[in-house]
């Protein structure tokens, strides 16, 4: 598809004016003419036939038929005229003188003459014929008695041929007018248009990241300024672009430290409990008075402490520095069976929970199924320890238009709506306990599989968290 640049649009319609210009002046011009030329060809067309008409009205009268010829033989000398005939009063053609040429409608003009005979001749009569005129006068008209007609038939070539000549120069004009419109459009492009090109490409040139991107300027007049005020301009993106990096680099560092403070906070928070059980309980033992069964509870306490000290530091590992995932084709319903297989409740929960799964079909995707494994042990974790009483943990596998969709469905109170965004921040817990990076780590290891999770509420209570993964085709 041809694409219409300003240089082209610009040469197109300066000829397309000139053009219409030139074709409305020839029209109008031709028409002038052509209305000038026929009526001076009508006019000279009556002149010689009034003039042939005077001179016949004695050899007419008389019907001298020979004078007649010769006289129209000097009519048919004029190269336009094709054809003469003299009638006498009764209608009877005295003389019919034709050159034989085959004359279209509109190459024609037939002029008609009445022809009287008036007092003004009397000088050339006899008089016999003078008082045969007299006698015959009472039947004529204010002009003399009629005595017959001329009909003279005209050919327009000699207009056709001049019209014809100035359409040809017309054309000509035309043409050399379009060619120099087209010349001077072509330079005043390139003078006006090429700078105003220059600038949309440099403009285009600083969109692409090309900040250093300059004009030089080839004048004084209002593209020359123009020029120069798209160079200032890119002079003060760059600053702007220098302010706007000092400022999000002090904006980054000030909320790296703030994160930093809170990620201390929490850990201190987190580590300091466990800390001073393990250091209470390594004092009990250190008393050499303690009995075995307490000594065995203590050390149950270490144990329990040192787990959960570690899980801790998992999570922020977990978070801080996730592996990138070891993507591999697996199903995603094995990973769900391994979870089902190694799903246990806490003893210390005190809850009947019961975990359900409903899986589809052709749920293969490219994952890391430890990744994902994961993703679904904090969801259902998640889920355990929102319900607070007994309930159902329902986790479903499905495949539609090419993604695979995983839903963890409990059967708790659910998460409020203005909540369920916030439940993916770090370090965000609605709980006594916890530092808040479980739903976190879930959001980074599905995003890291160009995947996504969202939050809907369940039908009769509860949340239903939605994941959705690439498929192997997609």
Not at 420 to 449: C, D, M, N, Y
Request: charged share 20%; hydrophobic share 45%; glycine share 6%.
């Amino acid at each position: 598809m041809m694409k219409w640049g300003l240089n082209l649009k610009f040469i197109c319609y300066t000829v397309f004016i000139v053009v219409f210009i030139s074709l409305v002046f020839s029209a109008v011009f031709i028409f002038q003419s052509r209305k000038a030329l026929l009526h001076e060809f009508k006019n000279t067309a009556q002149s010689l036939v009034k003039n042939l008409a005077l001179n016949i009205e004695v050899p007419l009268f008389i019907e001298n038929q020979s004078a007649l010829s010769s006289l129209a033989q000097n009519l048919m000398k004029e190269e336009s005229v094709q054809s003469v005939s003299i009638y006498n009063e009764a209608g009877k053609a005295m003389v019919s003188l034709n050159k034989g040429r085959r004359l279209f409608p509109w190459q024609q003009e037939l002029v008609v003459y009445q022809v009287y005979f008036s007092s003004d001749t009397g000088d050339a009569m006899t008089d016999e014929m003078k008082l045969f005129y007299q006698q015959e006068k009472g039947g004529g008209s204010e002009q003399g008695r009629l005595i017959g007609r001329i009909e003279v038939l005209f050919s327009r070539d000699s207009i056709i041929s001049a019209l014809n000549r100035m359409r040809w120069w017309i054309f000509i004009s035309a043409t050399i007018a379009a060619i120099i419109g087209g010349v001077a459009a072509l330079y005043f492009s390139r003078t006006l248009i090429l700078p105003v090109q220059r600038l949309a490409q440099a403009t285009y040139s600083i969109a692409r990241g090309n900040w250093e991107e300059r004009l030089s300027i080839t004048g004084t007049d209002e593209l020359g300024q123009l020029t120069e005020s798209f160079n200032l301009m890119a002079q003060s993106l760059i600053s702007k672009r220098d302010e706007l990096e000092d400022t999000y680099r002090a904006l980054a560092l000030r909320d790296r430290m703030a994160e930093i403070g809170k990620f201390s906070t929490i850990i201190a928070h987190e580590l300091k409990n466990p800390l001073g059980i393990i250091k209470g309980a390594v004092d009990i033992l250190a008393k050499t008075s303690t009995e075995p069964q307490l000594r065995s509870t203590m050390t149950g306490y270490i144990q329990d402490e040192v787990r959960r000290l570690n899980k801790i530091i998992e999570d922020f590992l977990a978070f801080a520095r996730p592996a990138p995932p070891q993507k591999a084709l697996c199903d995603v319903n094995d990973v769900v069976r391994k979870l089902a297989d190694h799903f246990t409740v806490p003893d210390g929960a005190q809850k009947n929970v019961r975990l359900q799964v409903e899986l589809g079909a052709q749920t293969q995707a490219e994952i890391d199924d430890d990744q994902i494994y994961q993703v679904l042990l904090n969801l259902v974790n998640n889920a355990l320890q929102a319900m607070e009483n007994d309930g159902v943990i329902t986790i479903r596998t499905d495949c539609h238009e090419g993604l695979v969709t995983m839903q963890v469905q409990d059967s708790g109170p659910g998460i409020p709506p203005d909540m369920r965004q916030k439940v993916f921040e770090p370090f965000f817990t609605s709980k006594a306990q916890g530092t808040g990076l479980g739903l976190a780590i879930v959001k980074k290891f599905i995003e890291s599989h160009q995947g996504g999770i969202s939050i809907v509420e369940a039908p009769g209570g509860g949340a239903i968290f939605k994941i959705y993964l690439p498929g192997a085709d997609a």
